[in-house]
């Protein structure tokens, strides 16, 4: 079940990362400047963002099984239609809509999760789930300069549709339902709204949230810059490019196994407070190293790796932290971590863009997300120690 889940979770990396190499392709195919297409990246993080809220409650009410097909299905056809958008502005609309699909993926995976765990073990699952996941942010450069090889930008959509069909297959053949009808919750508009505003008044749920998100938007400052930087700046070329992203993304994946030897010794909390101050610290580093221009590509992508690390380690404990405060609104609680996770990167990623897509906006926005994720945890640990 975890290899299952692990595939369904990474749909969405797989529909941010496979097309990252072809950035700069798009840019002159379509004769439009980087920063619009920066643009279709934050789009898909916008679908992602909004498909969870709908989603994530809607499976508490009807299960698991119907809004993880139906969401793969719409992801299918949108990425279908990606392949012959004629300009930026539809792509970046059909990038919204992917988006909305693979965020069933993505939130009923993680719903799935914590109705069959908790606590320890929510984390530890999250942690091997990280494992099956990262192989997705490893490959998808790799796979989308690989079909840059071989076509044109628009055949990474295709091979994206093909990924889904092969991953709802999968979904229908494997997953049974995880949430048998009496544990749902009552239908229509109004228990969503409640839902939602009880998660909301939960203080210590909302900042751990923000945590797990401002992590993510961290990451995402590195995905919205790295093919520019990599390949503009230090002049890599598609398949490098993809080599040097799957040696960061390898980073992450490192930490978060490691992770679930260290939960053997030490709370959750403890992990995640030590994570964010040494990735603080890698991302000052990486900043002063930008600006003064010492080392070159490797200046950036050292300390970078460390910072990434880092992240590792937050990414599954912050939201196992989250979602064991209310296990009887799983898909809800999800949904909101979903939502903030990916709707802060989808603000994060144009800033990159904005700053000028180097290295010294990267590392910076990076350094700025990470240490108000540390000042975010710290408030829920003054918060707890009141308590």
């Known amino acids: 079940m975890i290899l299952v889940l692990g595939a369904l979770i990474a749909l969405g990396p797989l529909t941010i990362d496979m097309y990252l190499p072809a950035l ?124 840059l090889l071989v076509g044109s930008w628009r055949l990474v959509f295709a091979a994206l549709a093909i990924m889904g069909v092969a991953l709802m297959t999968l979904a229908i053949v494997s997953l049974r339902e995880s949430l048998p009808p009496e544990r749902r ?70 930490a978060s196994q ?15 407070l030590s994570a964010l101050s040494f990735g603080v610290v890698a991302g000052a580093i990486m900043v002063v190293l930008a600006v003064t221009e010492v080392g070159g590509m490797a200046g950036f992508v050292v300390p970078l790796w460390f910072v990434l690390g880092a992240v590792g380690f937050v990414m599954p404990n912050a939201p196992a932290l989250a979602l064991s405060r209310h296990g009887e609104a799983a898909g809800g609680a999800a949904a909101l971590l979903g939502a903030a996770q990916f709707g802060l990167g989808a603000i994060v990623a144009p800033i990159v863009g904005a700053l000028g897509n180097n290295a010294i906006a990267v590392s910076t926005t990076m350094v700025v997300t990470s240490a108000a994720a540390l000042i975010a945890l710290g408030s829920v640990t003054v918060l707890s120690a009141r308590r």
């Open 185 to 254: 919750r009552a239908s229509g508009i109004m228990p969503v709204l409640w839902t939602y505003r009880s998660l909301l008044r939960d203080t210590q749920f909302v900042v751990l949230v923000m945590v797990a998100a401002l992590a993510m938007s961290a990451l995402f400052a590195y995905v919205a810059g790295s093919s520019f930087v990599l390949q503009e700046e230090f002049g890599l070329d598609e398949q490098q490019f993809a080599i040097v992203f799957a040696a960061g993304a390898i980073s992450l994946i490192g």
């Open 258 to 272: 490691l992770n679930v030897l260290l939960l053997g010794r030490f709370a959750p909390v403890q992990i995640v």
């Open 24 to 147: 700069p392709a798009i840019a002159e195919d379509l004769n439009t400047p980087s920063s619009a297409v920066q643009l279709t990246l934050a789009g898909t993080l916008v679908g992602l963002a909004l498909g969870q809220l709908v989603i994530g409650p809607l499976s508490d009410i009807v299960g698991r099984r119907l809004p993880l097909i139906v969401g793969t299905g719409v992801h299918i056809l949108a990425s279908l239609a990606c392949i012959v958008a004629p300009n930026i502005a539809v792509l970046g609309g059909l990038r919204v809509i992917q988006g909305l699909g693979a965020a069933a993926a993505a939130v009923v995976a993680m719903a799935i999760v914590r109705d069959l765990f908790s606590g320890r073990a929510a984390a530890t699952v999250l942690s091997r789930l990280m494992l099956v996941m990262g192989v997705a942010p490893v490959l998808a450069p790799s796979l989308g300069g690989a079909v």
